[in-house]
Nanobody, 122 residues
Framework: QVQVVESGGGLVQPGGSLRLSCAAS????????MGWYRQGSGKQRDLVAG???????NYGDSVKSRFTISRDNAKNTMYLQMNSLKPEDTGVYYC????????????????WGQGTQVTVSP
C-alpha cells in the first residue's frame, strides 16, 4: 500500500556534496515524520536527521552544520543536502516515514525504504 524510495546516492570525494531524495507514495492520508538514518559497515543504524510535518528538525551530532534536511509536503518527498562530506559519512542511507494510511487514520505506521549507498572516498 505504501512505497518508500530513496535516490541520489553515489561516490563522492571528501569535501564534496550530494543530495538525497526520499519519496513516499501509495494510499497515504498524512505523513507525520520523515527521517534519514545511516548504517555503516558493521555498525548500527543511526539517526542522521529528521523532520516533522510542521517543519521542526533534528540532527545527529556528527552532521550538524553540514547536512540540511527539508521536505515538500505536497509531494510527500524529503531531501537531505549533504555538504563537506567526510569518509566517515560513508554508509547506506535509509529513509523512514511515519504516516497514516487512508482508511486507518487513527493509526500511525512506520515504513522504510530500501536504502541508497553513499561512499566518500578520494
Amino acid at each position: 500500500q505504501v512505497q518508500v524510495v530513496e535516490s541520489g546516492g553515489g561516490l563522492v570525494q571528501p569535501g564534496g556534496s550530494l543530495r538525497l531524495s526520499c519519496a513516499a507514495s501509495g494510499n497515504i492520508f498524512s505523513i507525520n515524520y520523515m527521517g534519514w538514518y545511516r548504517q555503516g559497515s558493521g555498525k548500527q543504524r543511526d539517526l542522521v536527521a529528521g523532520i516533522v510535518s510542521g517543519g521542526s528538525t533534528n540532527y545527529g551530532d556528527s552532521v550538524k552544520s553540514r547536512f540540511t534536511i527539508s521536505r515538500d509536503n505536497a509531494k510527500n518527498t524529503m531531501y537531505l543536502q549533504m555538504n563537506s562530506l567526510k569518509p566517515e559519512d560513508t554508509g547506506v542511507y535509509y529513509c523512514q516515514v511515519q504516516l497514516r494510511i487512508v482508511g486507518t487514520t487513527s493509526v500511525f505506521s512506520t515504513h522504510w525504504g530500501q536504502g541508497t549507498q553513499v561512499t566518500v572516498s578520494p
